[in-house]
């Protein structure tokens, strides 16, 4: 059973930044992707941002781009996705993602995944 365990997320007002995490074992760590999406009321889940975690490349959505930043804390297993400039938009329940195995890096980004519950971040004034 793949878990990942999301935490942080909550309010903001535009312009503001918050941290959400995600913590995962090991093994799923290493399933070559791993990184956030996002599904706002009544659209698609999408991908923001992804990491291969082998190589280190990176994938930011533009309208993401110069704002959010992944990271990585490989001794805890840990996935981490800092948001600044948050604007209004921006709302959205995010989620975290690790490729399944054998799952290409087209194929994460199509979302065949393993997810976590999913944390809600709004951006209000």
């Known amino acids: 059973q793949v878990q990942l365990v999301e935490s942080g997320g909550g309010s903001v007002q535009p312009g503001g930044s918050l941290l959400i995490t995600c913590a995962t074992a090991?093994?799923?760590?290493?399933?070559?992707?791993m990184g956030w999406f996002r599904q706002a009321p009544g659209k698609e889940r999408e991908p923001i941002t992804v990491v291969n975690t082998r190589t280190g490349y990176t994938f930011y959505d533009d309208s993401v781009k110069g704002r959010f930043t992944i990271s990585r804390d490989d001794a805890k297993n840990i996935l981490y996705l800092q948001m600044s400039s948050l604007k209004p938009e921006d709302t959205a329940t995010y989620y975290c993602a690790a490729a399944r195995i054998g799952s290409s890096w087209s194929d994460f980004l199509g979302g065949r995944a393993y997810w976590g519950q999913g944390t809600q971040v709004t951006v209000s004034s």
């Open positions: 090991e093994n799923t760590y290493r399933n070559n992707y």
